[in-house]
Structure formats: C-alpha cells, structure tokens
C-alpha cells in the first residue's frame, strides 16, 4: 500500500464509522465517507480538505454506483473499502417479523456485498486494494436474542473467507473485522438498533428482561472505538491484512472458548464421524 491511500468508508454518518473516517485523515489518507445522507456525513466527520463526503444507501444500488464515480472523479482509485454501514434487528426469532429477517439481511449482509462489487472493478484494474467488512463477534458466536443479526454477520464471514481467493489474483487483499462490545451507538433506540415487532406470550417476560438489559449497557461497554478505528489504520498501513481480526479482549476470550467446545464436540464423536466413508 501507497504512504497516502484513498480510503472509501459506508456508515459513516456516525458511530465507529466517523470514527474509522477520522483516523484514516489522521493518518494522511483521503476519504469517501458515506451515509445516507452526505449533510450528516460532513457534520459528524468534520471539514478535512481530504474528505469527500457521499450521500450512499447500502439498500440501494444506483446511490452506490454514484457515491463510488464520485470518489474515482475525485481522487481517481480506491485503495481501501471498509464497508461498515449496518444495523442490529434485536430479539428471539419467533418475534422478528420476516419483513424484520429480510431487511436485517438486506442491510448487513446484501449491502456490503452491493458496495464491494461496485468497487472491485475499480481494485481489479488498478491491481491493488483492500476490503476490509465489519462484521461482529456474533459473526462467530451465535447469541441470545440475536437470530437476525448473527446470521447476518455468519453470512458475511462465509462471503468475506470465501471473496479472498477470487481476489488474491489482482493484488487485493481481505479482512474481516469481529468487535466485541464497543461504545458506539449501535445499542441506542433509534438509532442502530430494531426492537422485535411480534408479541408472542411465551416470549413475553424474557424479551423484556433482555431489552432492559441491553439498554442498560448502552454506554457502559468496555471498547473504545477510536482505538479501533486506529488499529484498523494500522493494519491497513501494515500491508499485510489477516484473514480476520478479532477486536477486543471480550470476542478473543468467547472466541476461544467457542474454539474448545468445537474442539470438544469433534472428539465426542470422532469415531463415529469418522466411520462414514464408504468400505473399503
């Protein structure tokens, strides 16, 4: 990678997406931040001779393929796309509408896909690049109350390992990004996060515990996002993405935990597992 790379940024109207914006200008790097609305982008971003702010819906393709001409037009090549735009359709599956499941699925699984193949043939010719996908530690480890948002983040996962060998060929590079917990606006009512439409009895007394529960750590979480944001420039200065990159103390430890209790499920039922071939 170049000392001054053109960095193309979703989401980044607020939370860690203004963030990660900051700190590539910090860094010297230029930026297409993107939201939808380009007023909200500049206000929260800041005014920065190298920022480019872009009015962009993940949801809608035309608005991607404007947002990514303006930046060619501008600043003419992409180097490094972090698609972070998403949102969090909170609650037990039985109470997520499908209306609900599909457009959780639109927004953070479709939408990075949107923006990256927008992007890719500017990558493709220039021979070089980065796409790196915020995805979550509930992109690795299945939780309560999240049956939109983890498949969500699994699918990403799965896209994010599998894209890296269509691109190693043409110099670009991939790296998905699992945070933890981090003080960011994705747990504020409004905002990031979709409270379940459906009432279902059975699910009543537990869905109100867990809603109380997660508005309660609205603003009490251990990450700090501008560290993050930092360590994401980092990395991509580095030259050298890994595969993944598990983002904070709390997503390593349940990472690894999750680790040893696959490891334990695999030698619980090796022989049996292992007596399926045909024979011989």
């Known amino acids: 990678m170049s000392q001054k790379n053109i960095w193309f940024v979703t989401g980044a109207s607020r939370g860690m997406g203004v963030d990660i914006a900051q700190a590539a200008l910090a860094a010297g790097h230029s930026v297409v931040a993107t939201g939808r609305s380009a007023e909200r982008v500049q206000a929260a971003v800041g005014e920065h001779e190298n920022l480019l702010a872009v009015t962009l819906d993940v949801t809608e393709p035309a608005t991607i393929?404007?947002?990514?001409?303006?930046?060619?037009?501008?600043?003419?090549r992409i180097d490094?796309?972090?698609?972070?735009?998403?949102?969090?359709?909170?609650?037990?599956?039985?109470?997520?509408?499908?209306?609900?499941?599909?457009?959780?699925?639109?927004?953070?699984?479709?939408?990075?896909?949107?923006?990256?193949?927008?992007?890719?043939?500017?990558?493709?010719?220039?021979?070089?690049?980065?796409?790196?996908?915020?995805t979550s530690a509930a992109g690795l480890i299945?939780?309560?109350?999240?049956?939109?948002?983890?498949?969500?983040?699994?699918?990403?996962?799965g896209w994010m390992e599998s894209l890296r060998f269509d691109l190693a060929p043409y110099g670009i590079s991939t790296m998905s990004v699992e945070p933890g917990f981090f003080r960011t606006e994705l747990l504020v009512e409004g905002s990031s996060?979709?409270?379940?439409?459906?009432?279902?009895?059975?699910?009543?007394?537990?869905?109100?515990?867990?809603?109380?529960?997660?508005?309660?750590?609205?603003?009490?979480?251990?990450?700090?996002?501008?560290?993050l944001?930092?360590?994401?420039?980092?990395?991509?200065?580095?030259?050298?993405?890994?595969?993944?990159?598990l983002a904070g103390a709390d997503v390593m430890a349940g990472v690894e935990q999750n680790l040893a209790t696959i490891q334990g499920q695999i030698e619980a039922n090796r022989d049996l597992s292992a007596?399926?071939?045909?024979?011989?």
């Open 275 to 280: 007596s399926l071939a045909f024979d011989a």
């Open 142 to 157: 299945g939780q309560e109350f999240c049956a939109a948002y983890a498949p969500s983040k699994f699918a990403l996962e």
């Open 65 to 76: 393929d404007t947002a990514v001409q303006a930046a060619v037009e501008r600043f003419g």
């Open 80 to 134: 490094t796309l972090v698609n972070n735009a998403g949102n969090f359709y909170a609650g037990y599956f039985e109470n997520i509408s499908p209306d609900q499941m599909r457009a959780q699925m639109e927004t953070n699984f479709f939408g990075p896909l949107n923006v990256t193949r927008a992007i890719l043939p500017v990558m493709r010719q220039q021979r070089s690049g980065q796409v790196i996908t915020v």
């Open 229 to 245: 944001a930092d360590a994401l420039v980092t990395l991509s200065n580095s030259g050298e993405l890994p595969l993944r990159f």
């Open 193 to 227: 996060t979709i409270w379940p439409e459906l009432d279902i009895e059975d699910y009543a007394e537990r869905t109100e515990q867990t809603i109380t529960a997660w508005k309660s750590m609205n603003g009490q979480q251990g990450g700090d996002p501008k560290k």
